[in-house]
């Protein structure tokens, strides 16, 4: 069989890759027209994960490129090239997508959606009839913050936190309505906050929790040291800044929220062995989570000591923001998780999996290994499990 993937040079889709060409002697992989050298990204990504020196040395042969575009018709490809593609391909993976928290709705639809429905059509018209595994998001779920979401269930009862969620769900809606028209199964792999312990590099993609300090750290970069954070207590009470003094900044969030954060190198390998299970016929989505939810508190003192804030949680936005809250609260993707409690079932995918299917353990040790360079440590003692963590104030 041979395989299609797009989102080749992703956060997550540099892992699919790597676990595609354990199965199958070659892939081609779908990269946006004019993006830069993709075969020279993943070629760097495979050499500076510690992939073998053969294996590297080997992939311009196992990797065929062709540069589309996700969101016109035909993918861009004339008439011909077109069809070649599709009638060449045994099963299509479509992981490309736009993860942008405030991405206005319009533009996500263009490329979550739009791209999805052009999958799709690639798909249709291969003459094997492509297998279909489709990357969603756990988020899909929307913006019901407690109880269990479910791996059939797809709805849009409790609106959504962003537009990228609605989009996702769209997509997904969209892949319904295909497999049923065209009676063909379809692969639906949810996973949630995907996260490593790798740590950063200028050559390899972000993951969320980096994007999510690069807008702290950005607002207190942009808030000036006139506006270091919350003072109605003056600059020295207790709601102040004063010299050498983090910053405060208050942030909606809950005690006892948690987030599930799942090792992005699992996630992939998950995927992989699920896509190779017989297909039902229909649409099968599978949850691909952690088994163990990571407090929010513990997040928001990760956060802490990456950006040099002091963190609260508290029940209800500010009447009185500072210029820094003022500026974080512009990034609404940002803090509408640190209310969230729900919990995602992943029943199907331990049925199908066994114990193989667990992560391991996601801790602050793990999280800060993959947000800090190596170069830096964290202020205080070396960090451990549950002590150089501690949970962050809630007012």
């Given at each position: ?91 299509i993976w479509h992981s490309a997508g736009s993860i942008n928290l405030e991405g206005g709705l319009p533009e996500l639809r263009r490329t979550n959606v739009e791209g ?17 595994r489709h990357v969603s998001t756990a988020f899909v779920a929307g913006s019901r913050r407690e109880g269990v979401a479910y791996e059939d269930e797809l709805d849009d ?89 983090p910053p405060r900044v208050r942030l909606v969030g809950l005690p006892l929220g948690r987030l599930n954060l799942m090792p992005v190198e699992h996630a992939a390998e ?126």
């Amino acid at each position: 069989m041979h395989v299609a993937l797009t989102g080749a040079t992703g956060f997550l889709g540099l892992r699919l890759l790597r676990c595609l060409l354990d199965k199958h002697r070659s892939v081609t992989v779908l990269v946006h027209a004019g993006s830069g050298d993709a075969l020279h990204r993943i070629t760097r990504f495979f050499a500076l994960t510690g992939a073998p020196e053969r294996c590297v040395a080997e992939l311009p042969d196992r990797l065929r490129v062709v540069e589309t575009e996700l969101e016109q018709p035909r993918l861009g490809l004339s008439r011909r090239a077109f069809q070649e593609l599709a009638d060449g391909l045994g099963a299509i993976w479509h992981s490309a997508g736009s993860i942008n928290l405030e991405g206005g709705l319009p533009e996500l639809r263009r490329t979550n959606v739009e791209g999805t429905r052009r999958v799709l059509e690639l798909a249709a018209a291969g003459r094997g009839r492509p297998l279909v595994r489709h990357v969603s998001t756990a988020f899909v779920a929307g913006s019901r913050r407690e109880g269990v979401a479910y791996e059939d269930e797809l709805d849009d009862t409790y609106g959504f936190e962003n537009a990228y969620e609605r989009s996702k769900y769209e997509a997904e809606v969209l892949i319904h309505a295909w497999s049923r028209e065209h009676r063909r199964p379809v692969v639906v792999l949810r996973p949630s906050i995907l996260v490593t312990d790798l740590p950063p590099h200028p050559e390899l993609p972000s993951h969320p929790l980096q994007v999510i300090e690069r807008i702290l750290r950005d607002a207190r970069r942009t808030a000036g040291p006139g506006n270091p954070g919350h003072d109605s207590a003056g600059p020295d009470g207790p709601h102040g800044a004063g010299p050498g003094v983090p910053p405060r900044v208050r942030l909606v969030g809950l005690p006892l929220g948690r987030l599930n954060l799942m090792p992005v190198e699992h996630a992939a390998e998950v995927m992989v062995r699920l896509a190779e299970r017989t297909p039902s016929g229909g649409v099968d989505t599978y949850h691909i989570v952690h088994g163990r939810d990571v407090p929010v508190p513990t997040i928001a003192t990760l956060l802490e000591r990456l950006v040099s804030l002091s963190i609260d949680l508290v029940a209800t936005k500010p009447d009185d923001p500072s210029a820094l809250e003022a500026l974080v609260d512009f990034y609404p993707g940002l803090t509408a998780y640190l209310t969230h409690r729900r919990r995602f079932d992943d029943t199907r995918v331990r049925a199908l999996l066994g114990p193989s299917a667990a992560s391991g353990r996601v801790d602050p040790d793990y999280l800060w290994s993959g947000l800090a360079p190596r170069d830096r440590v964290p202020a205080g003692p070396s960090p451990a499990p549950t002590a150089a963590f501690p949970s962050a104030r809630y007012a």
